[in-house]
């Protein structure tokens, strides 16, 4: 049972459903609302943007499927004690070490509200989008070559933007000032007011149709429900004892790498939980280094655990759940101010790889690696006019014990620019956008397949920054699959004048007519590939996925014009290579 | 014989298939008079029901064949092979650099997933049915690359050999420069005889290629079916001697032609629930009520619309199953909540109600055919909503099976004692519903209390009063025969079409060019369609945002630049709460929209009733008590009888639930309106 005595339940279970759809629902509408009237394409096509419910002392109660969020509501009530706080205040920052990381890079921008009813403060909201050029060293603020912070634009600690109604105007003429783009920051920033204005609205209109009471009832349960799963969920999978994993990022582009993120879980006899990060490497110069909040990674674990069950809801019940997370100021995953962070991505999307890991070390089956996910930005000037292309490219997901790793895809909710809209918009002609065959790691269940983004540049010159990672380190593959390949990126493949680029670098300069071929790195496999169905992987051969040469190579499968040759599928499976746990590049017990 | 003279004839005949029964409703347009006739269904040949259906109507009216002015359809055919993926197999013919357009999608994990849990859907076309041409047009639509022929001929070749019977073309920039799209096609036209070729510039012309790929995909798919069975209709109406225009329902709310139904079948995406909201508009307006929200409760899903002064809002942003279908329709919300909608509780101790529902078999326990699930309509039979038999006598539920499933599935695992269980599964479905309401109402700037309610659909007018209350609505209109409501949206429908086509740069000349440009689109089609002049209408509609945004607001075209801006400022100050002063509107698409006004229906007056007199009395178990309420026979009701809550009023397709604290009153044009007493606790 749980370690406290449960209060009285206000809030019976057919409300608390109610309750919770009834947030979901505005949810849903801030989230069409900041979608259909952002103006820059990276909120709205790309749609870099999401939002959240909080309880009246800022736990948050119903979050977003992503688990990379920290103590949101933290860093404003250290500056403005919530008792405070009035109706039609509104709050932002941005600040990524003054938040201790709540948000990780500079462009992320929160703004979060109360919501007051009858007088009395029932609940916070917040709104957060990536902005796409908030000043600092190069056109879209992030950028490989950063070193310090204040390279990568303009820093705002926790502000009160609107105080009962009025807004600061110049806060946001200084802010708008910062940018090489300001009618789509400010665009951005309306919209993303009016999110939050809205879901302050709705969730007033749910307190004064259930009740203060009920509310805060209904708020406590959400929480609790997913921390007591999460907690179940943890003690079904750790054994009392240690369990470590490391993954490694292949390094931060300034020179270091690999570079390790060391954890270890410790379930003690009297079931206490706790991470500990504290071995992980040194932080970086580059702008690699996560600022990782202590919440991330019971809120990572939480969506793990939570899994398909659709009446669950991400919360602060998953970092609860664990009793403590054990940092040590310097690592990658917590530096020093005023590291760069910009690039944290990469680094962020191996800590949930390495939470995986150390599921799979325990004897669970979370899935194995993914790749991740890839970011360009071009910069330049096309008929006279300066322009920024800041383009992220989908990359293949770990398998999973029940289906194959997802092929090609970003992260959660952000949609790639389609090739039309980009080549009217940008000075860019797309040549070829398709599947990265043999980039899935292969296995029972294939990793997912990366993909390959060609482009013509059509700019009189441009500048390019790239952020890929795993090339070195490709993604592991878990239980007999293989790791997935890695991606790369040239400049005029094929050619005399072909040359590949270091894959976390900023500064290549490119001309019209230049030629860019960026291949994306897929997932790990999961289970032997000598055990996936001969048709899977004909499938996949007929589908460009895998060639025919991997397709003998890799899983034992001969396929003749367009068939399986059973008879020398048969040959080639008799001679059935030995597996272990974990695969990078080769087989090994325990990945370092 | 033209449609001029055939729009004076005086018989319109609407058919409905459904799964079960075919019903079918003819029409004196004359003198408002209708009857109507049911014959089981033959799903193996429909057209066999429909001609039966014909044939029976006709005896009913003593109609003669070659009185018929027009024979109205809704179809769902495309519709369930969209959402089962039973579509013709078929191929993708795309730009050479671009086979797995349909894998990428928009690379994305969707938003409300759990993304360890997350399966891509298998998408309608596979990687190896997906063949590439060697062509090339910029953005701007200059030539970059000539069309290879011979690799067309190759993709022909391809096709062939891999047995399609469907093929969709869609290459980049097709929506700006149309021409090597239509080579292609014809070429593949002439290769494969008997296969349907679909060119995407001739069913969406809009950019971003992911969706505009599926659309045409999913037209190639459901065209051989459809074409077949719309030849087949019309072969059968022939052979009965009826020279009356078979018009079919689309997802627009509107009605075409057979011919331009089998060059765009997509268009049926959404025939059946159009339908049923036009039907709802005609039955609300003849009771006097322009401004509604419709709910149609079917036994898998409810589909929620809101009308204001009687007019049917499109987009073209709406989904069928997994899949974007950019087309225009009715815009309005689907969501997982029906009588057959399955009630659990998770392992975390939550009570959740749908998505997933009983299927027809066993189907809910109530109705005894082994069903030990508990569903939404095992909470009402629980309750007492329900009389114990149904259909005239000719179903009788299993009350103690519903009982038990509800004891049993949700009442022991939370604690809870039956009713309350019932009450609470009841509670979450309604709930989803309201939430859905305020998608469409509260989201586009409406107040749901200044409407009106049409439950409707087998389901729809037990949960109408429950909705309305947590809406604050105070009036519930429930039309003549809420099963069946598709016949009337057909008798009610007009011809419609959009045209439209897109702008990069909105000078008043080429404003003006383009909407005269399509207008000469649309005078080709009213000649298709045989409408007479006096019978045409056509909208000029602007599609516009600020500069930068990705949405689009649809604007009546005022007629100039500076108009249309002002407009489009103060739409969008009332949807999203705030304008851009400084902003830059601008105009992004230019839409045509035709109508051809049919004759529309004049509703029969309900003679007078004699008060209403109860049948008998059933027990219901309302959460403010246990109440005997009374029972009515719909069919015995006659114009301005009324009575009080708590009522039950059966009818052949329906049962209304009328709770305490309401008042129900029939209405002269034949719907039952319900209002909330004003002094009701």
Not at chain 1, 160 to 178: S, W
Not at chain 2, 221 to 231: E, H, K, R
Not at chain 2, 429 to 447: K, L, P, Q, Y
Not at chain 2, 624 to 631: F, I, K, Q, Y
């Amino acid at each position: 049972m749980t370690d406290f005595a449960p209060p009285a339940r206000l809030c019976d279970p057919v409300t608390l459903e109610i309750v919770r759809g009834a947030i979901r629902a505005a949810q849903a509408e801030m989230e069409a609302l900041i979608e259909r009237t952002a103006m820059s394409a990276f909120i709205r096509e790309k749609k870099d943007f999401y939002t959240a419910l909080f309880d009246a002392e800022g736990v948050m109660a119903v979050g977003s499927n992503v688990p990379v969020f920290g103590d949101i509501c933290g860093p404003v009530f250290r500056k403005f004690a919530p008792d405070t706080m009035q109706p039609g205040d509104l709050y932002w920052y941005n600040d990524c070490y003054g938040s201790r990381g709540a948000v990780s890079h500079s462009n992320d921008q929160v703004f979060l509200a109360p919501v007051f009813h009858a007088g009395r403060r029932v609940a916070f909201v917040m709104g957060w989008a990536h902005f796409a050029d908030i000043g600092g060293l190069r056109p879209g603020s992030i950028s490989p070559d950063a070193t310090d912070i204040f390279q990568e634009g303009i820093i705002v600690p926790p502000t009160k933007l609107i105080a009962a109604g009025t807004i600061n105007e110049a806060a946001l003429d200084i802010f708008y000032r910062n940018s090489r783009f300001p009618r789509a920051a400010q665009g951005d920033t309306r919209a993303l007011m009016a999110s939050v204005e809205l879901g302050v609205a709705r969730m007033a209109e749910i307190a004064g149709r259930f009740g203060a009471e009920v509310l805060a009832d209904a708020l406590r349960q959400l929480f609790e429900r997913t921390r007591e799963t999460v907690r179940e969920r943890l003690k079904q999978t750790f054994p009392v004892g240690t369990w470590r994993f490391t993954d490694r990022i292949d390094g931060d582009g300034h020179g270091s790498g690999p570079l390790r993120i060391r954890f270890a879980l410790t379930r003690t006899p009297d079931d206490r939980f706790i991470l500990d990060a504290t071995e992980t490497d040194d932080q970086s110069v580059g702008p690699v280094n996560f600022l990782m909040n202590p919440d991330v990674p019971g809120m990572a674990l939480g969506l793990y655990f939570l899994g398909g069950e659709a009446a669950q809801v991400v919360n602060a019940g998953g970092p609860r759940a664990l009793d403590e997370v054990r940092l040590r100021e310097g690592s990658l995953v917590q530096p020093r101010f005023p590291a760069a962070l910009g690039m944290r991505g990469l680094t962020m999307m191996r800590v949930l790889a390495a939470l995986n890991g150390l599921v799979s070390v325990a004897g669970g089956e979370a899935p194995a690696a993914h790749a991740a996910y890839v970011i360009m930005l071009l910069r330049g000037t096309a008929g006279g006019k300066p322009f920024l292309m800041s383009d992220g490219i989908g990359v293949g997901y770990g398998a999973r014990a029940f289906a194959d790793g997802i092929d090609a895809v970003y992260f959660v909710a952000q949609e790639n620019y389609p090739v039309e809209f980009l080549e009217q918009e940008y000075p860019v002609r797309m040549r070829r956008y398709g599947i990265h065959a043999d980039s899935g790691g292969p296995g029972r269940w294939r990793g997912g397949c990366g993909i390959v983004r060609e482009y013509e540049v059509m700019a009189e010159e441009a500048v390019m920054a790239i952020r890929i990672d795993g090339v070195e380190n490709p993604p592991w593959g878990a239980g007999g699959g293989m790791s997935g390949r890695p991606g790369r990126v040239t400049v005029n493949p094929g050619t005399p004048q072909e040359r590949v680029l270091r894959p976390l670098s900023d500064g290549n300069r490119l001309v019209r007519g230049d030629i860019l071929r960026i291949e994306t790195g897929g997932g790990g496999g999961r289970g032997h590939p000598f055990d996936r169905p001969a048709e899977a992987v004909l499938a996949d051969v007929l589908g460009g996925f895998v060639s025919m040469d991997a397709a003998a190579r890799d899983y034992g499968v001969a396929v003749r014009e367009g068939a399986v040759d059973a008879a020398a599928t048969e040959g080639l499976r008799a001679d059935r290579p030995a597996a272990k746990e974990f695969h990078r590049g080769s087989y090994a017990h325990v990945l370092d | 014989m033209s449609s001029t003279d055939a729009l004076a004839r005086p018989w319109s005949i609407a058919v409905d298939i459904g799964g079960t029964f075919t019903d079918i409703t003819i029409q004196d347009t004359a003198s408002g008079r209708a009857w109507t006739a049911k014959t089981p269904s033959t799903p193996h040949d429909p057209s066999e029901a429909f001609l039966t259906g014909v044939r029976l109507a006709l005896e009913a009216a003593e109609g003669a064949a070659s009185g018929v002015g027009r024979v109205l359809h809704g179809t769902t055919v495309a519709t369930n092979m969209i959402l089962e993926g039973k579509g013709a197999k078929a191929a993708l013919v795309t730009t050479a650099g671009f086979r797995h357009v349909l894998d990428i999608g928009r690379q994305d994990i969707p938003r409300r997933v759990n993304l360890h849990a997350w399966v891509k859907p298998e998408r309608p076309v596979p990687p190896a049915r997906v063949f590439e041409v060697t062509e090339r047009v910029s953005a701007q639509g200059e030539v970059l690359v000539p069309l290879d022929e011979a690799t067309v001929r190759a993709a022909a070749e391809a096709c062939r050999a891999a047995g399609v019977s469907a093929v969709a073309v869609c290459l980049l920039h097709a929506f700006t420069a149309p021409e090597h799209e239509r080579r292609v096609a014809e070429m593949l036209r002439a290769a494969l005889p008997g296969v349907a070729v679909t060119a995407s510039s001739d069913v969406l012309p809009v950019v971003r290629e992911y969706e505009r790929s599926l659309a045409t995909i999913l037209n190639a798919q459901v065209m051989p079916a459809v074409s077949t069975y719309v030849q087949r209709l019309e072969e059968r109406l022939e052979g009965e001697g009826v020279a009356a225009p078979l018009l079919l329902m689309k997802s627009n709310g509107g009605v075409a032609g057979a011919a331009a139904i089998r060059r765009a079948p997509a268009v049926t995406a959404l025939s059946g629930p159009a339908a049923g909201v036009v039907g709802a508009r005609a039955i609300a307006a003849a009771a006097g009520f322009p401004d509604i929200i419709t709910v149609d409760i079917g036994g898998t899903s409810a589909d929620i619309c809101l009308m204001k002064g009687g007019e049917i809002r499109l987009t073209q942003t709406g989904h069928i199953g997994d899949w974007p279908l950019p087309l225009p329709m009715v815009d309005m919300v689907t969501i997982g909540a029906g009588g057959g909608s399955l009630a659990r509780v998770t392992a975390a101790g939550a009570l959740a109600v749908g998505p997933e529902s009983a299927d027809a078999v066993p189907g809910p326990a109530c109705y005894g055919r082994g069903g030990t699930r508990a569903t939404v309509t095992d909470a009402h039979v629980a309750l007492g909503h329900l009389p114990p038999s149904l259909l005239g006598g000719r179903m009788t539920l299993d009350v103690p099976a519903a009982r038990q499933a509800v004891q049993d599935n949700v009442a022991t695992p939370l604690g809870l004692d039956l009713h309350a269980a019932a009450r609470g599964i009841l509670a979450i479905a309604d709930s989803n519903m309201v939430g859905a309401v305020r998608v469409v109402s509260v989201e586009r700037g409406h107040d749901p209390r200044d409407f009106a309610l049409v439950p409707f659909g087998g389901a729809g007018p037990l949960h109408g009063c429950a909705l309305a209350d947590l809406l604050g609505i105070r009036a519930v209109l429930v039309p003549p025969s809420p099963g069946v409501l598709c016949a009337q949206g057909l008798l009610a429908a007009d011809l419609k079409a959009e045209f439209s086509r897109s702008l990069s740069d909105a000078t008043p000349e080429v404003v003006e060019a383009g909407y005269a440009a399509l207008e000469e689109e649309a005078a080709a089609w009213f000649a298709e369609e045989q409408v007479p002049p006096a019978r045409r209408e056509t909208h000029r509609v602007a599609l516009m945002r600020y500069a930068g945004q990705g949405g689009e607001l649809a604007v009546p075209w005022p007629g100039g630049m500076s108009a249309a801006a002002a407009a489009f400022a103060a739409q969008h100050k009332a949807l999203y709460g705030f304008d851009l002063p400084e902003g830059t509107a601008e105009l992004v698409t230019l839409r045509l929209e035709a109508v051809g006004q049919l004759s529309g229906t004049i509703t029969a007056p309900l003679p007078p009733g004699r008060g209403a007199a109860p049948m008998g009395h059933h027990t219901v178990h309302f959460a403010s008590g246990t109440r005997e309420a009374a029972l009515y026979d719909r069919a015995a009701l006659g114009a301005g009888d009324h009575f009080a809550g708590p009522a039950i009023v059966t009818q052949l397709d329906a049962t209304t639930l009328v709770p305490p604290g309401w008042e129900a009153q029939m209405d002269a044009s034949g719907a039952l309106v319900l209002r909330r007493q004003e002094n009701a606790a």
